[in-house]
């Protein structure tokens, strides 16, 4: 990545003399992914129309290549940069080829004649979104995930130093989520375009942004790296979430754990677990989880959803007084799932633990105060 396409010194963008957000510095370079995420109504939208220049610039400035956006006509500024937001396409009789077409108008001149080249252009955009097969199709009867793929293909036929998305994946499925979002990176590492976009996906901005812009009280809160951002209580605090827990190594978010005596008793570890503890927080049942080490990859949800859970130090054997630990919360609980098929080296005390509950079960006088799952 070399070279600065998009810059805001001293940014403030709002709605007439009502700013939304104050004091916004911001350089995106050529072939890079900037992602802004925040609470909803933080300004994360209206920073990109503001950027867009369909908003005007409370105070501040926004450069493209080194041009401030201000003193460029709407021609040149639709050649450097193009949108892709959420609003709803009105057109009539327009086929969606007919639509993409118009990302060529800032070439072609007042009367709008596409040139064989300006065709080709459009056909690749197409192609490379995959809505070919839309060319011929009104678009007011695809779907909204198909319009939306649409209107990207029409912000790609418009060959732009600099690509704005609002919300680009908000009512695509799982499968073309993941595909615009690569479809992007392809753009800006193939094409050394700049992309902005918002997401409220907090696990995609994780896995496909370069940089993460975090907008919250109206200002910049922290940029940086998804690694940077992603780390600790940070994403909790951005959100304020008090009901439930964000997990930053997964880039989701956990129920809040139900919360009493334990009645369930769960062995676990290596992400065999996982469903499980979800599925006794579906039904309302308070539940003990280890011996789990805190490298392991599913003790963060454990410590998100159960009521109690005994640990290991990380790359240590799980002690006698993990398993003690372990052996009196499982005394008190009315059953015990063990979610492993094998036990290595490392985790052969959650073997002696489950061997010791049977042990316990078998002399036991089958009042029903230890039930194996």
Do not use: W
């Not at 062995?267 to 677990?273: E, K, M, Q």
């Amino acid at each position: 990545m070399s070279g600065v396409l998009l810059k805001a010194d001293g940014l403030s963008v709002g709605y007439g003399k009502k700013v939304v957000v104050s004091g916004l510095e911001l350089e995106v370079t050529a072939g890079e992914i900037l992602t802004l995420i925040g609470p909803n109504g933080a300004g994360k939208s209206t920073v990109l129309r503001s950027i867009a220049a369909q908003l005007p610039l409370i105070s501040g400035t926004v450069s493209i290549s080194g041009n401030d956006i201000t003193a460029m006509d709407l021609g040149d500024i639709a050649k450097a940069l193009s949108i892709c937001f959420t609003d709803r396409v009105t057109a009539e009789k327009m086929t969606c080829e007919d639509v993409v077409s118009t990302g060529r108008y800032p070439y072609t001149g007042r009367l709008g004649i596409l040139s064989a080249e300006d065709r080709n252009i459009v056909r690749e955009a197409m192609e490379l979104t995959g809505i070919s097969h839309l060319a011929d199709t009104d678009i007011r009867y695809i779907s909204d995930g198909q319009r939306q793929t649409v209107m990207l293909a029409r912000a790609i036929a418009q060959q732009p130093q600099v690509l704005l998305l609002d919300e680009p994946t908000s009512f695509l499925d799982i499968n073309n989520k993941l595909r615009l979002l690569g479809i992007l990176r392809e753009l800006a590492r193939d094409r050394n375009i700049a992309v902005v976009q918002t997401l409220h996906e907090l696990d995609l901005a994780q896995r496909f942004s370069d940089r993460v812009l975090c907008i919250k009280d109206n200002r910049a809160d922290r940029l940086g790296t998804p690694e940077e951002i992603f780390s600790g209580r940070y994403i909790s605090e951005l959100y304020g979430i008090t009901s439930g827990t964000f997990e930053p190594m997964f880039g989701t978010a956990e129920a809040s754990p139900v919360l009493g005596e334990s009645k369930v008793f769960v062995i676990g570890g290596g992400g065999s677990g996982i469903g499980t503890y979800r599925r006794m927080q579906r039904q309302g049942i308070p539940f003990a989880a280890g011996v789990i080490h805190e490298n392991d990859i599913e003790y963060s949800v454990a410590r998100s959803l159960a009521a109690e859970v005994i640990s290991e130090r990380a790359y240590e054997p799980i002690s006698d007084e993990s398993v003690q630990r372990a052996l009196a919360i499982m005394k008190k609980c009315d059953n015990v799932i063990c979610c492993l098929d094998s036990f290595g080296t490392m985790n052969i005390g959650n073997k002696r633990l489950f061997e010791m509950y049977k042990s316990l079960k078998n002399r036991s006088d089958n009042s029903g105060q230890m039930k194996l799952d």
